[in-house]
């Protein structure tokens, strides 16, 4: 798989918009401000192909990227209170069609945030994943602003606010800014196109 070879393909913000699910598909879902634009664009060796705000609630699309044989899709960030009520709804039905829509989901990678407990955006999230039958993977944002004592910490407190959440399922440390856990989010991505 050649991670240099992606491009942006669109972006839909209604559910009878979203294209023909024709390849397989692996999802970044999490909440608002967790760092979803920033990992595609690190796993791809871009800057800027995924936009990156600092204001949280940006992404407001499904958008979708093009690498090789699959695509990866950017889902709306979820659980920012700023957003108001019409447009929280419009996402969650949004979410909510497309992933109840039949498409060929192959993976969900399931962004939280490592220094924060647990929230239940994030939990709630999970148990769909899990009572759906979605295969999906954890993957735990911002490393690089916990020193190693912290982190082990954390590690274990995610493990036990998530419990059965977890059982089977493989948990990626991540950072954007030292690359911590590219290689094996791309091996990962690499490993579902074998099955």
């Known amino acids: 798989m050649n ?6 393909e669109c972006a839909y913000g209604t559910l009878s918009q979203l294209p023909v699910s024709n390849l397989p598909e692996i999802c970044f879902s999490g909440r608002s401000n967790v760092g979803k634009s920033s990992l595609i664009n690190k796993i791809l060796n871009r800057k800027s192909l995924a936009r990156v705000s600092g204001t949280p609630g940006k992404t407001v699309t499904v958008n979708f990227y093009r690498l ?3 695509r990866l899709v950017d889902l709306p960030g979820y659980g920012y209170a700023k957003v108001p009520f019409k447009e929280k709804n419009r996402w969650a039905m949004l979410m909510e069609g497309y992933f109840n829509s039949g498409r060929n989901i192959k993976l969900v ?3 939280i945030d490592s220094r924060h407990k647990i929230a239940e955006f994030d939990i709630s999230m999970l ?3 899990k009572r759906s039958g979605i295969p999906y993977a ?3 944002t911002k490393c690089d602003k916990l020193n190693k004592s912290e ?4 590690l274990l407190n995610i493990k036990e606010e998530l419990g059965s959440l977890l059982e089977g399922v493989r948990v990626v440390p991540f950072s954007a800014l030292n690359g911590l856990g590219v290689e094996e989010i791309r091996d990962l991505l690499g490993s ?3 099955l």
């Open 68 to 70: 090789d044989d699959i």
């Open 192 to 194: 579902i196109l074998l």
């Open 127 to 129: 148990k769909f994943l």
């Open 3 to 8: 991670f240099n070879n992606a491009y942006f």
């Open 109 to 111: 990678m399931q962004l």
């Open 138 to 140: 954890v993957v735990l």
């Open 151 to 154: 982190f082990e910490n954390r």
